[in-house]
Nanobody, 126 residues
Framework: QVQLVESGGGLVQAGGSLRLSCAAS????????MGWFRQAPGKEREFVAA????????YYADSVKGRFTISSDNAKNTVYLQMNSLKPEDTGVYYC???????????????????WGQGTQVTVSS
């Protein structure tokens, strides 16, 4: 089992920045990849960013490229999402997720992640 706890959400004005954190515990040695997703009211959960736990290459949704950065501190079992130049359309609940089986990982697919955090609310005002 892996437990994921997000933090760092809040209310920010358009153009501002936030940094989300996702602390992992439990079977962290089994984690293959981590992802960030978000869900706006009335919409489906959508991919934001991902990276392999021991990799360096980040993957981003087109809507956040150039504004968001995913990174990790494996010594702290923590993944971060630095969000700059925030827009009102970035508003939603942000979730981190872990994939434990590399063969099943499809970075943008919700169903390919095995564990999820409880989410943290990000609200961007115009």
């Amino acid at each position: 089992q892996v437990q994921l706890v997000e933090s760092g959400g809040g209310l920010v004005q358009a153009g501002g920045s936030l940094r989300l954190s996702c602390a992992a515990s439990g079977r962290t040695s089994s984690i293959y990849a981590m992802g960030w997703f978000r869900q706006a009211p009335g919409k489906e959960r959508e991919f934001v960013a991902a990276k392999r736990w021991n990799g360096v290459t980040p993957y981003y949704a087109d809507s956040v490229k150039g504004r968001f950065t995913i990174s990790s501190d494996n010594a702290k079992n923590t993944v971060y999402l630095q969000m700059n130049s925030l827009k009102p359309e970035d508003t939603g609940v942000y979730y981190c997720a872990a994939n434990l089986y590399g063969s099943t990982w499809r970075r943008v697919e919700v169903r390919s992640y095995d564990y999820w955090g409880q989410g943290t609310q990000v609200t961007v005002s115009s």
